[in-house]
């Protein structure tokens, strides 16, 4: 991976923020541990921040009802105009539903998203997909806002965005740019949590790589840093597991690259984190799969910092269908 030193973009930077939709809006990311909210000011300027923990055992309206209690703490005066939330789970922005999700938060997917909070805070609501939201922002930066971009998260799971031509990709029912559902020749075989077997996220997510190693080992570990930590040492087990997981995720996203052209290619998320082992591997395996006119693309960390998923968010306000309080459902 590319690790030249890249500016970080802060949501308090002013108007060149990529959340300035010329009014107040509040944005919201919600994972299946915590919920974050700011208040961006017309010029994109961060007016306040909050976070609390995700009632993700409680239901779907417990979560709705959190997201409120987060919008309403950043803006007690209530100047918000809109309101745009990236949310965990498979996000279709036209409906405003979750069409899918995972267990991290019980009984999410079939939840009326974008009218659930309308309703509730009496403000038209955009919503996507968390990590498309977070790639909102790297795509705004692309000169002109007309390039191509292919972002992955890799962390928990392995998701991602695809925009062409200046375009977020959604896709049918909001599924596009799950990257961690693409079949891997690593992960052949093993059992992925949406039910089919051999996908990208079962060898190349944090909990992958720390199956990996399990299986390799026979012994039981606590955590991927656990892992990273003995790759450092140069443990072979350690090492194998790392630069799978890495070697995969990079043959994957040089596959795509040839499909879409991408001008940027971006890795974010907690895996890249552990180190060069994994970053490097990740690259090379990145560049064998690439077409000649491509061999100078690299893949990139992010520009933008925590902040990037309540930014997008608020950005989808001017990008997304809006969907108003008391609309026929």
């Known amino acids: 991976m590319n690790t030249r030193p890249t500016g970080t973009a802060s949501a308090d930077a002013g108007p060149t923020s990529a959340a300035a939709t010329g009014a107040v809006v509040i944005g919201l990311d919600l994972g299946g541990t915590k919920i974050a909210a700011a208040l961006f000011a017309a010029d994109g300027t961060v007016l306040a921040r909050h976070t609390r923990p995700?009632?993700?055992r409680d239901g779907a309206a417990a979560v709705l009802?959190?997201?409120v209690g987060a919008a309403a703490e950043v803006d007690p005066g209530g100047q918000a105009t809109a309101l745009g939330v990236a949310a965990a789970g498979v996000v279709d922005p036209r409906s405003g539903?979750?069409?899918?999700?995972t267990d991290s938060i019980s009984g999410w997917a079939g939840t009326a998203l974008a009218a659930g909070l309308a309703d509730r805070m009496g403000l038209p609501v955009a919503c996507d997909n968390d990590v498309r939201a977070t790639a909102g922002p790297e795509l705004a930066a692309l000169p002109e806002r007309r390039g191509s971009l292919l972002f992955a998260a890799v962390g928990t799971g392995v998701g991602g965005a695809l925009a062409v031509d200046g375009r977020m990709l959604h896709g049918a029912a909001?599924?596009?740019g799950h990257l961690g559902h693409l079949p891997s020749a690593e992960a052949a075989g093993l059992p992925c949590t949406c039910g089919a077997t051999g996908h990208l996220e079962v060898i190349a997510s944090g909990p992958g790589i720390t199956a990996h190693y399990e299986r390799i080992t026979g012994a039981p570990v606590d955590r991927l840093e656990t892992v990273a930590a003995r790759a450092a040492r140069g443990e072979r087990a350690a090492v194998h597991a790392v630069?799978?997981?890495?070697?995969?995720?990079g043959r994957v996203l040089g596959g795509l690259a040839n499909a879409l052209g991408p001008d940027r290619v971006v890795v974010g998320g907690g895996v890249p984190r552990i180190g060069s082992l994994y970053g490097d591997a990740l690259a090379a395996a990145f560049a064998a799969e690439l077409m000649p006119?491509?061999?100078g693309l690299v893949p990139e960390p992010p520009l933008f910092g925590h902040d990037a998923a309540?930014?997008?968010a608020a950005a989808l306000t001017t990008t997304l269908p809006l969907h108003h309080p008391g609309a026929l459902r």
């Open 54 to 56: 995700t009632p993700a």
């Open 293 to 295: 006119p491509l061999r």
């Open 97 to 101: 539903m979750v069409t899918s999700a």
């Open 243 to 249: 630069t799978t997981g890495a070697a995969a995720a």
């Open 174 to 176: 909001g599924v596009a």
């Open 65 to 67: 009802d959190a997201l």
């Open 310 to 312: 309540v930014l997008g």
